[in-house]
């Protein structure tokens, strides 16, 4: 193939490549910007909005929306899907005991995908708002939704009864957060690391607003414990991990790989697997121990749906980790009944969290009789503390941010070609110790 | 902090293979239909998720080989299906570049979302394949594994092929010459609906290929070759979306940029490795500003260079 032609009226082919290839950079530096700013790729600037199911009030009754933002698409789509099942299944139960205390009250939501970003969340968010007249939410599901919709709530006066983690959203605003914040959960986790001998950590992490904040305060407590720390951040969003993974062995290869040496990794599922698949095959990262977060307890980690090269590595470094626990009541047991008979599967603990997410929002609109804005947001503290559902106690800080919350401890097992989390331990928050596991008494 | 030295060496050239195999169909596409198809990302995205269902249900030592063919099979077809839907109609009523490349926007949304219900209602949505890494080698620091062993050979073989394609069989002229010129081909005699298919088919297939591999690399979600998509335009950039060595070379390079020379950076600047991305930003722009043509290599014959190197070898 030669060179570039010229010929009257026909651009050349350096021309048409510049032209063309400006587009190009322009695009991929749109997504460089992208990376950053909103972390978690999503499809595009695409919001879809879903009405859950017609909800009819009695005659002369009256029906109160509210609205959802849920990632049913973009890096945590899987988690979406979980999150507005756990919602219409809160919504179900909300009309059901109206009906049977005779109310004429009836709730429904109108839901939108978020994309898993920041700006899918306020463009889903502005959307609702716009179009459908909604002045408050249950969702979204994570920091980096959060981070999207956070001023745009505090302007607009829109209450969000919210799941995040990331402590740099915890002020005084129109965001509730009924949910373990990593300020309640990196305590804990330096704690147990220590409690099972480990003097050095090599932590890789999400560079997003998750990922720092608790690897900050991991970081700074197992410090305070006299532990020594080495980090590896990653940008999230990229197709492959290998090079972030070879430096995490380099780390552990400098702190001796020893016994007292650990992982602890902060990772959702997609880079989670990525992660786990690469270490698989390194022998210096299979000699030690790992530990993770919340979000390391996934089926998604073990066969039959992750590779059994996955499941037996995790068994073999005995990955352990965190996860909030509840008290079993009859609540939980109801909602996850009910959770079974629509998807057809078992909920995991992030569920009740959604659950109880709609109950706190409805039972304020209750309480306020359908008013929104600052009358809403002064009664939701107030609810959420007398509240106790699915999650359990549900008290707020002066924040509006979960105030207390315990953990179970899990790990990876084996056992018959059979991989799952068990748990070994408790963490009470109140005691601020481990005690021995008790299943008949949790759900985790 | 150390550096894996010969494993970030044999990490550039597995990822490297892969781009290469996922520029070289961008290239191809480029030259010949003159469409900068974003739609690419999505078809190496089908090919890992035809890959990782054929490893489900075939088991070693067939499924590997039948994931390979499979994932060529169908990403082919379902560009060819989308060239005769919507950018051949486009074409024909005079499209511009622009246009094109808007429309393959469209279908790239439209092909993700596709995948999206699909696999949300089939509980797919992130999957693995079966076949795990293995290391099966290990020299120094580095690990030769079981997918290394595949994809480099796979991705050679696929450039010694095209290369016999492209020089030495009609078709192969017959495209470089619709490359050259559409007008001018069709005067000639040449067929160039069928040559269009051809180079569909080719493109389709090798991004499926990559996408077969991909897939035993690391997990397969909806998002994934729209994510590796930019590597695969950064080793066509290189290689001008118009010469086929230069994105070999384009692809090896966005490999090694990624790897080697980001572990490099950090071993001796203490740059995080985490803006590996932007060494593939600044090789692409690098190329835009300073040689937008880009690599232009026609005259390599990689078969003789092979043979010669197989006959010095020999004596």
């Keep these: 193939m030669s060179e570039e032609k010229k010929g009257e009226g026909v651009p050349s082919r350096r021309g048409y490549l510049k032209t063309v290839g400006a587009g190009i950079v322009g695009l991929a530096v749109g997504a460089a910007i992208g990376y950053g700013a909103a972390p978690k790729a999503a499809p595009g600037a695409v919001t879809t909005v879903t009405k859950t199911e017609t909800v009819t009030a009695p005659a002369g009754g009256k029906t109160i929306t509210i609205g959802a933002l849920v990632c049913t698409s973009g890096a945590a789509a899987a988690f979406g899907e979980e999150e507005k099942s756990a919602f219409e299944v809160g919504l179900d139960h909300v009309n059901r005991e109206l009906e049977e205390a005779g109310s004429s009250i009836r709730f429904e939501i109108i839901s939108a995908d978020t994309g898993t970003t920041a700006e899918g969340a306020l463009k889903a968010l502005t959307s609702l708002v716009e179009t459908r007249g909604i002045k408050a939410i249950v969702g979204p599901g994570n920091s980096i939704e959060v981070g999207g919709i956070k001023a745009y709530c505090d302007a607009n006066k829109i209450v969000s009864v919210a799941m995040s983690s990331s402590e740099e959203y915890s002020v005084k605003d129109y965001i509730f957060r009924p949910f373990v914040t990593n300020k309640l959960s990196a305590g804990p986790v330096a704690k147990l690391m220590w409690s099972e001998g480990k003097r050095k950590v090599a932590c890789i992490y999400r560079d997003d607003s998750f990922g720092r904040s608790l690897n900050d305060y991991t970081k700074k407590a197992f410090e305070k414990l006299g532990g020594v720390w080495k980090e590896i951040k990653y940008m999230i969003d990229l197709p492959d991990y290998s090079s972030e993974v070879a430096a995490l062995s380099a780390a552990v290869k400098e702190l001796g790989a020893d016994e007292e040496t650990a992982v602890f990794h902060v990772t959702f599922e997609t880079d989670g697997l990525n992660i786990y698949g690469h270490a698989a095959t390194d022998p210096v990262l299979s000699k030690v121990k790992w530990y993770g977060t919340t979000d390391a307890k996934r089926d998604a980690f073990l066969p039959p749906a992750a590779p059994t090269a996955i499941g037996d590595f995790l068994a073999k470094v005995d990955s352990t980790g965190l996860f909030p626990v509840n008290p079993l009541s009859k609540i939980n047991r109801e909602f996850a009944e009910a959770y079974r008979a629509k998807t057809g599967t078992s909920p995991s603990g992030w569920a009740t969290y959604f659950y109880d997410d709609v109950w706190i929002l409805c039972l304020s609109l209750l309480e306020t009789e359908g008013k929104f804005g600052e009358t809403l947001w002064k009664i939701v503290p107030k609810v959420a503390e007398r509240y106790a559902g699915a999650s359990g106690p549900t008290p707020l800080d002066e924040n509006g941010d979960l105030a207390k919350c315990d953990f179970g401890v899990w790990h990876v097992t084996k056992v018959n070609n059979t991989y799952k989390f068990e748990y070994s331990k408790y963490y009470s928050a109140t005691t601020g110790e481990f005690g021995p596991w008790v299943p008949e008494a949790f759900m985790g | ?315």
């Design chain 2, 1 to 315: 902090m150390e550096i894996l030295l010969i494993d970030s060496i044999l990490r550039s050239i597995l990822v490297g293979s892969l781009f290469t195999l996922i520029g070289i169909g961008v290239t191809q596409t480029v030259a010949v239909t003159k469409i900068f198809n974003f739609a690419h990302g999505e078809l190496v995205t089908i090919g890992a998720y035809v890959a990782c269902l054929i490893t489900k249900f075939i088991y070693y030592p067939l499924n590997l080989p039948i994931a390979i063919i499979s994932s060529f099979i169908v990403p082919a077809l379902i560009i060819l299906l989308i060239d005769e839907v919507v950018f051949k109609p486009l074409t024909r009523k005079g499209a511009t570049s622009l246009m094109l490349m808007v429309a393959s926007f469209a279908v790239s949304l439209g092909l993700r979302y596709s995948l999206y219900i699909i696999t949300t209602s089939q509980r797919l949505l992130t999957i693995m394949s079966e076949i795990s890494l293995r290391t099966i080698y290990t020299i120094g620091d580095g690990r030769i594994t079981n997918l290394f062993l595949w994809a480099v050979p796979v991705t050679l073989a696929s450039v010694l092929l095209l290369e016999f394609l492209f020089l030495s069989t009609k078709s192969g002229k017959a495209m470089r010459a619709v490359a050259e010129n559409v007008s001018l081909a069709r005067a000639t005699g040449i067929n160039v609906d069928y040559i269009r298919r051809l180079t569909w088919i080719i493109s389709g297939g090798l991004a499926g290929i990559a996408g077969a591999f991909w897939s035993i690399y690391t997990q397969t979600n909806p998002e994934i070759g729209w994510v590796i998509l930019l590597r695969g335009f950064a080793a066509s950039t290189v290689g001008g979306y118009y010469s086929f060595f230069g994105t070999i070379v384009g692809g090896y390079l966005v490999g090694l940029s990624e790897n080697l020379i980001m572990d490099l950076i950090n071993r001796f600047f203490g740059i995080s490795i985490m803006y590996k991305p932007v060494l593939t930003f600044a090789l692409m722009i690098s190329f835009l500003l300073f040689k937008p043509t880009g690599l232009v290599l026609e005259d390599v014959n990689l078969a003789k260079i092979l043979k010669k190197i197989y006959l010095y070898w020999g004596k």
